[in-house]
C-alpha cells in the first residue's frame, strides 16, 4: 500500500503524539523487540574456570517451539541437521543448521527417543514402544538391534551411544512403560539397566543394573568410558547421580563404577562431553536451575546455561562442534560456546 503525502503526514503526527519518531517506529516494526544486553542473563559462572567455555557475545537462540516433550539430539555433520524426537508425537524433527527451521524427518516412529549416530553414519534411536533400539539402514531399511533380554521384552529404550567397533550401549529406565503419553503402559517386567549390543548378537548384554534409573549416556572424550545420569528421584526416594564406569576393550564389560555427580535439587538427563572432559548434561529444578548444567571431569560445578523450561538433552553441533543445542520441554535453543564436542 502506498501512502499519499496527506497520509503520511497524519501518521506521523500520531506517532509524534505519543512520542515515537517514524524511523523508530519503522526500525522497531522490522526487528522485532529490542536485544538482550551482552553477556545474556542465561550464562551463570559457577567456578572461575567456566568463563573459558562462555561467549561474551553469544545469545540464546530458540529456533522452534510446539513439541509435547522434545528429545534425543543427534548431530548429522554430513547433511548439517540436528535429529531430535518429539516423543508424545511420536515423531523424529530434523533442524537443519543452514536454515535454522525445523521440520518432520519421519512420523510414526514408536514413541522414539535417544538418537545417535554410528560410526557408518546410520541413525540408530532408541523407541518406547515398540520397546526396541532400531537402526536405519542406507537402503531406507531398518534392523531391529535389541527388544528382548532373557526372553523378556524391554522396558523402553531410553539413550544410545555407538562404539567404533559397530556395537552400542543403551539405558533402559523404562519411562515410556509408565504412562500412554510417551509410550504404552505396561509392568516392567525387567531390571532398570545398561546394555551392550552389536550385529553378531541375538540379545542384548547387560552391562550394569546398579543403578535406580538410567537416563542419558555419553562416552567420555578417550572412548574408555561412559558417564550415565540416574534420575531416580522419579520413582525413588534417592538422590539425582552421574555415575561413570570403564569399559572393557571390547566394550562388553564394566568396572570401576565411580558416583561423579549427586543432587538433591537438580534431575540430570541427557548429556554431552566437550573435549575437555567436561560433563554438559541437562538439568531440571526449576527457575534458576533449569537448562544446562556444566561440571568438570571430577564433578565440581562450573556453570550453568539457564532456559526458561525444563532441559531434556543436549549435543554439540556445527562445524567446529562448538554450538550447544538443547532439547527443552517444547522448543529447542542453541547457544555459541567456546567449548568443542567431544
Given at each position: 500500500?502506498?501512502?499519499?503525502?496527506?497520509e503520511?503526514l497524519?501518521?506521523?503526527?500520531?506517532l509524534?503524539?505519543?512520542?515515537?519518531?517514524?524511523?523508530?517506529?519503522?526500525l522497531?516494526s522490522a526487528?522485532?523487540?529490542a536485544?538482550?544486553r551482552?553477556p545474556?542473563?542465561a550464562w551463570k559462572?559457577?567456578?572461575?574456570?567456566?568463563?573459558d567455555?562462555?561467549?561474551f557475545?553469544?545469545?540464546?537462540?530458540?529456533?522452534?517451539?510446539g513439541?509435547l516433550w522434545?528429545?534425543g539430539?543427534?548431530w548429522?555433520?554430513v547433511?548439517?541437521?540436528v535429529v531430535?524426537?518429539?516423543?508424545p508425537?511420536?515423531?523424529?524433527?530434523r533442524?537443519d543448521?543452514?536454515t535454522?527451521?525445523v521440520?518432520?524427518?519421519?512420523?510414526?516412529?514408536?514413541?522414539?527417543?535417544?538418537?545417535?549416530?554410528?560410526?557408518?553414519?546410520?541413525?540408530?534411536?532408541?523407541?518406547?514402544?515398540?520397546?526396541?533400539?532400531?537402526?536405519?539402514?542406507w537402503?531406507g531399511?531398518?534392523?531391529?538391534l535389541a527388544?528382548?533380554y532373557?526372553?523378556k521384552p524391554?522396558?523402553?529404550?531410553?539413550?544410545?551411544?555407538?562404539?567404533?567397533?559397530?556395537g552400542?550401549i543403551?539405558t533402559?529406565p523404562?519411562?515410556?512403560?509408565?504412562?500412554?503419553y510417551?509410550?504404552k503402559k505396561?509392568d516392567?517386567e525387567?531390571?532398570?539397566?545398561?546394555?551392550?549390543?552389536?550385529?553378531s548378537?541375538d540379545?542384548?548384554?547387560?552391562?550394569?543394573d546398579d543403578?535406580?534409573?538410567?537416563n542419558?549416556?555419553?562416552?567420555?572424550?578417550?572412548?574408555?568410558?561412559?558417564?550415565a545420569?540416574d534420575s531416580?528421584?522419579?520413582?525413588?526416594d534417592e538422590p539425582?547421580?552421574?555415575?561413570?564406569?570403564?569399559?572393557?576393550e571390547?566394550?562388553r564389560?564394566?568396572s570401576d563404577?565411580q558416583v561423579i555427580?549427586t543432587?538433591e535439587?537438580t534431575i540430570?538427563?541427557?548429556?554431552?562431553c566437550?573435549v575437555?572432559?567436561?560433563i554438559?548434561?541437562?538439568?531440571?529444578?526449576?527457575e534458576?536451575?533449569?537448562?544446562?548444567v556444566v561440571?568438570?571431569?571430577?564433578g565440581t560445578?562450573l556453570?550453568?546455561?539457564?532456559?526458561?523450561?525444563?532441559?531434556?538433552n543436549?549435543?554439540?553441533?556445527g562445524?567446529?562442534?562448538n554450538?550447544?543445542?538443547m532439547?527443552?520441554?517444547?522448543?529447542?535453543y542453541?547457544?555459541y560456546?567456546?567449548?568443542?564436542?567431544a
Amino acid at each position: 500500500m502506498k501512502l499519499g503525502r496527506r497520509e503520511f503526514l497524519s501518521a506521523s503526527a500520531a506517532l509524534a503524539a505519543v512520542g515515537t519518531s517514524p524511523q523508530l517506529f519503522a526500525l522497531q516494526s522490522a526487528q522485532g523487540s529490542a536485544p538482550e544486553r551482552y553477556p545474556i542473563d542465561a550464562w551463570k559462572v559457577e567456578d572461575s574456570r567456566f568463563s573459558d567455555y562462555m561467549i561474551f557475545n553469544s545469545p540464546l537462540e530458540r529456533h522452534w517451539s510446539g513439541g509435547l516433550w522434545t528429545e534425543g539430539p543427534a548431530w548429522n555433520a554430513v547433511g548439517r541437521y540436528v535429529v531430535f524426537s518429539d516423543i508424545p508425537r511420536a515423531k523424529q524433527m530434523r533442524w537443519d543448521e543452514s536454515t535454522g527451521q525445523v521440520s518432520v524427518l519421519r512420523d510414526n516412529v514408536g514413541y522414539s527417543n535417544g538418537n545417535t549416530f554410528d560410526h557408518q553414519g546410520r541413525l540408530i534411536a532408541c523407541e518406547h514402544y515398540p520397546s526396541r533400539v532400531l537402526r536405519y539402514e542406507w537402503d531406507g531399511s531398518t534392523t531391529v538391534l535389541a527388544e528382548r533380554y532373557q526372553g523378556k521384552p524391554l522396558n523402553a529404550p531410553n539413550d544410545v551411544v555407538a562404539l567404533p567397533s559397530g556395537g552400542v550401549i543403551f539405558t533402559d529406565p523404562g519411562y515410556g512403560a509408565h504412562f500412554d503419553y510417551e509410550g504404552k503402559k505396561r509392568d516392567l517386567e525387567l531390571e532398570t539397566a545398561i546394555y551392550y549390543v552389536d550385529d553378531s548378537l541375538d540379545e542384548p548384554i547387560m552391562l550394569t543394573d546398579d543403578i535406580y534409573k538410567p537416563n542419558g549416556i555419553v562416552l567420555t572424550p578417550d572412548g574408555e568410558g561412559f558417564y550415565a545420569s540416574d534420575s531416580a528421584p522419579t520413582h525413588f526416594d534417592e538422590p539425582a547421580r552421574i555415575i561413570r564406569w570403564s569399559l572393557g576393550e571390547d566394550g562388553r564389560s564394566v568396572s570401576d563404577r565411580q558416583v561423579i555427580v549427586t543432587s538433591e535439587d537438580t534431575i540430570f538427563d541427557g548429556m554431552a562431553c566437550d573435549v575437555d572432559g567436561n560433563i554438559w548434561s541437562s538439568a531440571n529444578g526449576g527457575e534458576g536451575i533449569d537448562g544446562v548444567v556444566v561440571f568438570s571431569p571430577e564433578g565440581t560445578l562450573l556453570g550453568r546455561v539457564l532456559l526458561p523450561e525444563v532441559c531434556s538433552n543436549v549435543c554439540f553441533a556445527g562445524k567446529g562442534r562448538n554450538r550447544l543445542f538443547m532439547t527443552a520441554s517444547q522448543s529447542v535453543y542453541t547457544i555459541y560456546t567456546a567449548a568443542r564436542g567431544a
